[in-house]
């Protein structure tokens, strides 16, 4: 039982991460279906929504519960905030522009490519998380 405890201590952030990636990907799908099956929402409108919310999300359970980010100043906020928004721009950006290269150039398969795209945009989102948006550091004045 203590191999698994220390185990688990180990890899905390990896694992934590990985659950509350699942629960913003949650977040989105509900967010999504419900715009568009309950309110009749447009689909790109409320993708744009359940994007927005899954982000919002997405950020204050990657700063409280997996990177243990606890500034509260304005100063870090608005730089994690910050960070943390223009890095899932940076890479929904990428993503969408190796499904056109892949799929519209290059002919691959799109389920393919969508997969790959994603775990390496998990991967990068989740450098970018540690080493600069999180990054451990004296909290700001």
């Not at 201590?9 to 659950?19: A, D, T, V």
């Not at 689909?43 to 359940?50: D, F, G, H, K, R």
């Not at 990054?135 to 004045?141: D, I």
């Amino acid at each position: 039982m203590e191999k698994i405890k220390e185990l688990l201590e180990k890899y905390r952030e990896g694992i934590s991460y990985i659950f509350w990636g699942v629960m913003t990907t949650l977040v989105n799908y509900v967010v999504y279906f419900v715009c568009t099956k309950a309110f009749g929402i447009d689909y790109l409108v409320s993708n744009v929504i359940a994007w927005l919310l899954s982000v919002i999300f997405a950020f204050w359970v990657n700063k409280v519960y997996v990177f243990r980010s606890y500034g509260t100043n304005a100063k870090t906020m608005v730089r994690e905030f910050g960070t943390f928004v223009s890095a899932r721009v940076l890479s929904g950006v990428l993503e969408t522009g190796m499904l056109a290269l892949f799929v519209e150039t290059l002919h691959f398969n799109s389920d393919v490519v969508k997969i790959a795209a994603s775990v390496l945009v998990v991967i990068i989102n989740y450098v970018l998380s540690k080493l600069i948006i999180f990054k451990k550091q004296e909290e700001e004045a």
